[in-house]
T-cell receptor, first 112, second 117 residues
Framework: GENVEQHPSTLSVQEGDSAVIKCTYS??????FPWYKQELGKRPQLIID?????GEKKDQRIAVTLNKTAKHFSLHITETQPEDSAVYFC???????????FGSGTKLNVKP | DTAVSQTPKYLVTQMGNDKSIKCEQN?????MYWYKQDSKKFLKIMFS???????INETVPNRFSPKSPDKAHLNLHINSLELGDSAVYFC????????????????FGPGTRLTVT
């Protein structure tokens, strides 16, 4: 089955700096890669996703890049704000397959 | 307008008891899931149902039994609870195709914090 590894497990940045979280996956057949944000005590929520036919996707201050050859994808958050503090999860799955493999999570702390 | 709801939100019980968690979604989705999130925040899929049929059953003890009476509901029953079952359990739902665009966004419920003493 798929194995998703996520790094770092914790990340502390100063407000205004950029944050990068990296994930690798093992199954080259995986073709959909979402990122979820989970604030303390709340449910995970999708913030951005990317499909394998796209190398990069951007939505305001967040962007995701995908390198299919190397089997890794990354989340980039620019101009971080204290409200970005949360646990971020990457995931990988295959179209028409109902199983999402989640990374182990990254706790991001944005210091004001 | 609650998209995915779970009850109860908190559940405290003793070892050996049997308990159930209920999940309902009003999004019209065809697929529902149960996840377990342990104290280290790791999200692990337990079960997945598509159109009321079980399609994924991870390595979960058979003390855990999901039941889907219809597409909008997926309940989780746990027999003979153990200390290691303490975790937050999330229900989620998704739809394979929305308005001609493939999407796999999963909508999570608020979670049920289960504490076994």
């Amino acid at each position: 089955g798929e194995n998703v590894e996520q790094h770092p497990s914790t990340l502390s940045v100063q407000e205004g700096d950029s944050a990068v979280i990296k994930c690798t996956y093992s199954d080259s057949a995986s073709n959909y890669f979402p990122w979820y944000k989970q604030e303390l005590g709340k449910r995970p929520q999708l913030i951005i996703d990317i499909r394998s036919n796209v190398g990069e996707k951007k939505d305001q201050r967040i962007a995701v890049t995908l390198n299919k050859t190397a089997k890794h994808f990354s989340l980039h958050i620019t101009e971080t704000q204290p409200e970005d503090s949360a646990v971020y999860f990457c995931a990988a799955t295959l179209y028409n397959f109902n199983k999402f493999y989640f990374g182990s999570g990254t706790k991001l702390n944005v210091k004001p | 307008d609650t998209a995915v709801s779970q009850t109860p939100k908190y559940l405290v019980t003793q070892m050996g008891n049997d308990k159930s968690i209920k999940c309902e979604q009003n999004l019209g989705h065809d697929t529902m899931y149960w996840y377990k999130q342990d104290s280290k925040k790791f999200l692990k899929i337990m079960f997945s149902y598509n159109n009321k049929e079980l399609i994924i059953n991870e390595t979960v003890p058979n003390r855990f039994s999901p039941k889907s009476p219809d597409k909008a509901h997926l309940n989780l029953h746990i027999n003979s609870l153990e200390l290691g079952d303490s975790a937050v359990y999330f229900c989620a739902s998704s739809q394979r195709r929305t308005s001609g665009r493939l999407t796999y966004e999963q909508y999570f419920g608020p979670g049920t914090r289960l504490t076994v003493t």
